[in-house]
């Protein structure tokens, strides 16, 4: 009861017009931001902080946290529509989304990546506020070896899930690992690959990567590819009415955005897991316990939502450890907590005691965050679905000049966008010989942290392996990676057993 | 394509599969003898640098060889026109030290609309000028990204 006290006080002072005027010019630039090729919540809230200086400290907040709602929701607009995704976790969005917009279902899959996201987000938001303290405990009991075990069971389902051919999805993911591995990683300060360039020090930045290799090697497929709209009758299919998901459809992605919630909720919690892992373990479940799990990435509304919501639901899980423990859970939190201390709060254990009425006022502009975001967003899907109608003709060269400009306004390199055309066109080579990309790139996002975790768990055993075993945690995690990779194999060899059986009774 | 995200095109030439995989075994050659020659695979109780790059590499290099051995060369379709856009982009990009970025982006599309898409002259100036302008407000004016202003620019600026 304290609890619901507490957000209902913090719903009275977070529920004031400025307050509501500022969550929605929040969550409205967050879309816009979101969406950009290049520029991620980081960024947005980067860029916005400086000019919330001015206000009060809650209304600042909110805004913050409305354009952070905002972001994740316009990173899937670029994803489902121009096979683009506008940061990491939304190229799991693409895997679907874009196929349904190739088939002329790109309402659906906005429609579907908004509410999936809001359930996720108010999934996680719950979790947040009912069990926040007792969530960044959990995080805490991931050690180092707790932490490289989830990736790693991460990394392997990547190659066997992703892709027609196991096997090329499986080189594909070692492909992403050795990118990783390029620069000076942070488990061992020593330069890697880089050939002497002082470009590669840093390692390979992933946007210019994953624009290259989705935005690019796309405009050199569409260069000969081409889809007329007209000619498939796409226009007649882009309306508001169309877009909108009938009874079925809705009760069919309901479960999904729930169990995805719970599921990235978990996982956005873990020090440094993110919103990618949330993402893509949330799709992997999907795909393992779905009802129409094999057809994933075949463009389900089904994997857009597993996909959304596990994304919105780890972005409000990485607020439990920096609110609670004052350890920000994402690069985003990260940059909150500055904005956090520049206001003269000190987030932590004491911060519910000192400044109840902020932190209070913080969860409750997260409720109201999202759902400014969810409405902002079904507003401009009317517009968003239009620019499926824009002939290839002029498609090819503004989608060529986003992938220039949002790469180079990562880290304002030409090096990057140089690197973003030569990733294209080796991507666009790579999937012609069907390599597929997603394992690729989403091993590249996870390997850096598991390189880490890795050294530290065994150096805190001193070089014992036998760390990963002594943990119930990590044991768990390492059984579920030898099933996960026995299980297809399993299943075949029972398959193949069963049809001979078969075969010989018919004779 | 046939990648998660393209449709099934037709089957191509045989020889782009095997070049690719031929590709990916020699990078992976390259990073396990990289790791386990100049950085080393085990130290100090722990994976060392080269840990990751020696097993990945292996790894790529070895399921590639089974890749070969299987035959099984599936490529989609691809001609040289498919590349036009890397290469009228990268005489794009290279001209933006003369041009600066804004300016270099906006004659990309209008060449590329007028040259290559045969479009009239006004509508891809009008498309060009459009997207220039949206590329100088939202990213230069509004999130204020230092794009390169170019020789022939400076003087303006």
């Given amino acids: ?58 209304t600042g907040i909110i805004m913050l946290g409305a354009l952070y709602y905002g972001c994740m929701y316009g990173g899937s ?28 279902h790109g309402g659906k899959a906005l429609f579907t990546a908004n509410i999936s996201s809001f359930i996720g987000g108010t999934v996680g938001i719950i979790m947040l506020t009912f069990m926040g303290p007792i969530l960044a405990h959990v995080g805490l009991m991931f050690g180092p070896a707790e932490v490289a075990a989830l990736i790693l069971l991460a990394l392997c389902s990547i190659g066997w899930l992703l892709g027609d051919n196991p096997l090329k999805g499986l080189i594909s993911t070692f492909i992403g690992v050795m990118l990783a591995t390029i620069g000076i990683g942070t488990a061992f300060g020593q330069p890697r690959f880089t050939f002497d360039s002082m470009y590669l020090l840093n390692g390979i930045s992933f ?53 995805s919630g719970v599921l990235g909720n978990l996982v956005g919690i873990l020090p440094g897991a993110g919103a990618t892992t949330g993402s893509f373990l949330s799709y992997v479940l999907e795909k393992k316990v779905g009802r129409n799990g094999d057809e994933l990435g075949k463009g389900r509304i089904q994997g857009v939502a597993a996909s959304e919501a596990g994304n919105n639901a780890a ?52 409720y109201l965050g999202n759902v400014m975001a969810v409405l902002a967003a079904l507003a401009i899907i009317p517009f968003l679905v239009k620019l499926l109608l824009i002939p ?27 690197f973003m055309l030569g990733a294209g066109v080796v991507a666009f080579f790579m999937t012609a010989a069907r390599y597929p990309i997603a394992p690729l790139l989403l091993a590249f996002v996870l390997t850096p942290r598991l390189e880490t975790s890795l050294r530290q768990a065994l150096d805190i055993s001193r070089g014992d392996p036998m760390i990963f075993l002594r943990s119930p945690i990590a044991a768990t995690l390492l059984t579920l990676i030898l099933l996960f990779v026995l299980y297809p194999l399993a299943k075949r060899l029972f398959m193949t057993v069963r049809r001979r059986g078969h075969k010989a009774a018919a004779e | 394509m046939s990648s998660v995200n ?28 990289f790791g386990w020659w100049k950085y080393g695979v085990w130290m100090h109780n722990g994976p060392g640098a080269g840990f990751f790059p020696v097993v990945m590499g292996l790894g790529a290099a070895l399921l590639g060889g089974y890749e070969l051995l299987r035959r099984r060369f599936e490529t989609d379709r691809v001609s040289w026109r498919n590349l036009w856009p890397a290469v009228a982009m990268g005489l794009a990009i ?46 230069g004016m509004w999130l204020m990204v230092a794009f390169p202003e170019g020789a022939l620019m400076a003087p303006f600026t």
């Fill in chain 1, 77 to 104: 607009y670029s994803a489902i529509l121009l096979n683009i995704p506008g940061d990491a976790p939304a190229v799991v969005t693409s895997l679907d989304g874009y196929p349904l917009s190739q088939q002329g």
């Fill in chain 1, 392 to 418: 290839a003709s002029i498609m090819i060269p503004v989608i060529a000049v986003v992938c220039v400009v949002g790469s180079y306004s990562v880290n304002n390199s030409m090096f990057d966008v140089w």
């Fill in chain 1, 315 to 366: 972005a409000a899980g990485s607020f439990a450890p920096l609110l609670s423990l004052g350890i920000p859970g994402s690069g985003t939190a990260a940059v909150l907590l500055g904005g956090l201390m520049m206001w003269g709060l000190q987030p932590g254990p004491l911060l519910f005691q000192n400044n109840p009425d902020f932190v209070w006022g913080l969860i409750s502009s997260m």
């Fill in chain 1, 1 to 58: 009861m304290d609890i619901l006290q507490s957000l209902m006080q913090g719903f009275a002072t977070s529920l004031t017009f400025s307050n509501i005027l500022a969550a929605l010019v929040g969550a409205g630039l967050g879309i816009i931001v979101g969406a950009i090729p290049g520029l991620g919540s980081v960024t947005g809230i980067a860029l916005l902080l400086p000019l919330t200086f001015q206000m009060d400290p809650i």
């Fill in chain 2, 94 to 139: 290279a001209s933006i030290p003369l041009f600066g970025m804004v300016l270099a982006m906006t004659l990309f599309i209008v060449l590329w609309m007028a040259l290559i898409e045969r479009q009239s002259w006004l509508k891809s100036v009008a498309i060009g000028a459009c997207a220039g302008g949206a590329i100088y407000l939202l990213f």
């Fill in chain 2, 6 to 33: 393209q449709e099934p095109a037709h089957e191509g030439r045989s020889w782009l599969s095997p070049l690719v995989t031929l590709g990916i075994i020699v990078m992976g050659l390259a990073w396990a003898g």
């Fill in chain 1, 207 to 259: 946007i210019p990567l994953v624009i290259g290799m989705f935005g690019f090697s796309q405009v050199l497929v569409m260069m000969v590819n081409r889809v007329d709209p007209s000619a498939k009758g796409l226009s007649g299919r882009l309306g508001l009415k169309e877009s909108l998901l009938d009874r079925k459809e809705a009760l069919s992605i309901l479960p999904v955005s729930l169990r």
